[in-house]
C-alpha cells in the first residue's frame, strides 16, 4: 500500500469519525434536554401540587376551628340544659311530695 492510498483512506475515515463524534454528541446533548424538560415539569407539578395541599390543610384548620367553636358552644348549652333538668327533676319530686302529703291529708280527714 502505498502513502497515498493511506493517507486516501485516512482522510475518508476522518469525516466518517468527525460525524459519529457528532451523533454521538447531539444524542447526548437530547438526552440531557429531555431529563431537564422533565426536571421542570416535575417542578412545576411538584408546586401545584404544594399549593393544593397547603390550601387543603388550610381549609382543613379552619373547619377544626368552627368545630370546635360549635363545641364549646354546645357544651355551655348541655351544662344549661343538666342544669334546668335538675331543677325540673327538684320541682317534680317536691309536687310529688305535696301531692302524697295532701293525698294522705285527706285520707286522714277522711277516715276521721
Known sequence: MDSATLVSILLGILPVATAV????????TSRNQAKIAIADIDADAYERAKGLYESAIKAQDESISRYRVQLSELTAE?????KSNTELKTQMREIRKEMRDGFNNQRENNNE
Open 21 to 28: 463524534i457528532a451523533y454521538l454528541g447531539a444524542t447526548r
Open 78 to 82: 348541655v351544662a344549661l340544659l343538666r
